[in-house]
């Protein structure tokens, strides 16, 4: 298994997103998190999140998703506790994607409009859905799947991390992997200008983790816009 990231904070003065690895007992954590709020809270939330999700992994390893919901629950714990101690923090909030693997199975979770691509043979086989008004509006067929990215709706989410009493997450299944599979976590400023079929080709045509991101981030700078939003993406072969 090889993995390689990127975080970078676009055309925007602040980057709120962040990236985490943790790697314990054979297995990894891969966390990314953008975060929402105020004051520069935002960047504050995503560390705070992603920080205890990989540190309550290393004390707890497990490829499940009780042991996943337990990570999540203890960041939005500690989210929770900062936004009460802190007035100029009270609104902050961030999104979480999270891969857990150990290469033969995988587990994930998502809040928010940080994505999850599950590549199988080449193809996208999965990608979570993201918590916004814009793809509560494709689901109820107002717009189409592509329409998202331009969605004045977009950024305006459903779920999130941002305290206990409403912590709602989406949790996969258990999954069995094997061998050429790939993963990619990425956020809303990476997926808006990488398209599904972008992600697919760039994988084609590399050998490593390293080559498939350059390649994305190639396809990126060419569609970018002026004070685009930061872009962070993690890529995972197994």
């Given at each position: 298994?090889?993995?390689?990231?990127?975080?970078?904070?676009?055309?925007?003065?602040?980057?709120?997103?962040?990236?985490?690895?943790?790697?314990?007992?054979?297995?990894?954590?891969?966390?990314?998190?953008?975060?929402?709020?105020?004051?520069?809270?935002?960047?504050?939330?995503?560390?705070?999140?992603?920080?205890?999700?990989?540190?309550?992994?290393?004390?707890?390893?497990?490829?499940?998703?009780?042991?996943?919901?337990?990570?999540?629950?203890?960041?939005?714990?500690?989210?929770?506790?900062?936004?009460?101690?802190?007035?100029?923090?009270?609104?902050?909030?961030?999104?979480?994607?999270?891969?857990?693997?150990?290469?033969e199975k995988a587990v994930w979770a998502h809040a928010?409009?940080?994505?999850?691509?599950?590549?199988?043979?080449?193809?996208?086989?999965?990608?979570?859905?993201?918590?916004?008004?814009?793809?509560?509006?494709?689901?109820?067929?107002?717009?189409?799947?592509?329409?998202?990215?331009?969605?004045?709706?977009?950024?305006?989410?459903?779920?999130?991390?941002?305290?206990?009493?409403?912590?709602?997450?989406?949790?996969?299944?258990?999954?069995?992997?094997?061998?050429?599979?790939?993963?990619?976590?990425?956020?809303?400023?990476?997926?808006?200008?990488?398209?599904?079929?972008?992600?697919?080709?760039?994988?084609?045509?590399?050998?490593?983790?390293?080559?498939?991101?350059?390649?994305?981030?190639?396809?990126?700078?060419?569609?970018?816009?002026?004070?685009?939003?930061?872009?962070?993406?993690?890529?995972?072969?197994?």
């Amino acid at each position: 298994m090889r993995a390689v990231s990127i975080t970078n904070r676009g055309g925007r003065r602040n980057n709120e997103d962040s990236v985490r690895f943790a790697h314990a007992d054979g297995m990894w954590c891969f966390t990314l998190c953008d975060g929402l709020g105020g004051h520069r809270c935002g960047e504050i939330a995503s560390a705070a999140v992603a920080e205890t999700i990989c540190a309550e992994f290393e004390n707890a390893p497990s490829v499940s998703a009780d042991a996943l919901r337990g990570y999540i629950e203890k960041a939005a714990q500690c989210l929770e506790e900062e936004r009460m101690n802190d007035i100029e923090k009270y609104d902050m909030s961030s999104t979480a994607v999270v891969l857990v693997t150990d290469g033969e199975k995988a587990v994930w979770a998502h809040a928010g409009d940080s994505r999850l691509y599950y590549i199988r043979g080449g193809k996208i086989e999965k990608i979570t859905n993201d918590h916004s008004i814009a793809f509560w509006e494709y689901q109820n067929g107002l717009i189409s799947y592509d329409d998202i990215r331009s969605s004045p709706n977009q950024n305006k989410l459903l779920r999130c991390i941002s305290d206990t009493d409403r912590l709602e997450v989406e949790y996969s299944e258990e999954c069995a992997l094997t061998e050429k599979e790939a993963f990619l976590l990425c956020s809303d400023g990476f997926w808006e200008f990488v398209r599904e079929t972008d992600i697919e080709n760039s994988l084609d045509n590399a050998k490593s983790p390293k080559e498939w991101l350059e390649n994305m981030l190639t396809v990126l700078h060419e569609n970018e816009t002026e004070n685009n939003d930061n872009y962070s993406a993690i890529a995972v072969m197994i």
